[in-house]
């Protein structure tokens, strides 16, 4: 489909920003990426929420093919043959998708923030655990030599010889 096409055919939901992607568009509103028009078709975004209705559609997973497999995308489906001539039931189809595209951001950014803070504790930790194996081993290496010389006296007169602390 063309730019005109696409914004005629989301009309009735309202502005959507077209960005080149791929072979075709992507489709933005609200901030977020709900959609795709390629060349297999209009591809919604779906999740946990919205794919019973798809799967009552018998719409298909997106997939494409690449040189070793076929990658089968199962947050994204085809858009039911029979929206593209009701604007009305793909507005809210599209309203749909645009709210499944915000709880994924809202997943991943909370999970981005999580992954962030637990990274950030235990560098802090292992760098204090870092140092006081450091501090042990110069304490250890500083003690080898009087240990070495306690031993050679000890094998020269094993009876007198005592070790001075240091």
């Known amino acids: 489909m063309d730019r005109d096409s696409l914004i005629d055919l989301f009309s009735e939901f309202g502005p959507v920003v077209l960005r080149r992607m791929f072979s075709g568009y992507g489709i933005v509103a609200d901030g977020v990426n709900f959609a795709m028009a390629l060349r297999a078709g209009i591809i919604f975004r779906v999740?946990?929420?919205?794919i019973p209705r798809y799967d009552a559609e018998c719409a298909k997973p997106f997939q494409y093919e690449t040189k070793n497999k076929t990658?089968?995308?199962?947050?994204?489906?085809h858009l039911p043959?029979?929206?593209y001539d009701d604007p009305e039931e793909l507005a809210a189809w599209a309203r749909e998708?645009?709210?499944?595209?915000?709880?994924?951001?809202?997943?991943?950014?909370?999970?981005?923030?999580?992954?962030?803070?637990?990274?950030?504790?235990?560098?802090?930790?292992?760098?204090g655990k870092a140092g006081k194996a450091e501090t042990s081993k110069r304490k250890v290496s500083a003690a080898k030599p009087a240990l070495a010389k306690a031993a050679?006296?000890?094998k020269a007169?094993?009876?007198?010889?005592?070790?001075?602390?240091?």
Do not use: F, I
Request: glycine share 4%.
């Open 97 to 127: 998708a645009v709210g499944a595209a915000k709880r994924a951001a809202a997943k991943k950014s909370g999970v981005k923030k999580r992954a962030a803070s637990k990274a950030a504790k235990p560098a802090a930790v292992k760098a």
């Open 47 to 50: 999740d946990d929420l919205t």
């Open 157 to 166: 007169n094993p009876k007198t010889s005592r070790v001075k602390k240091s």
């Open 81 to 83: 043959e029979r929206l």
């Open 152 to 154: 050679k006296a000890k």
């Open 71 to 77: 990658v089968v995308v199962k947050s994204y489906r």
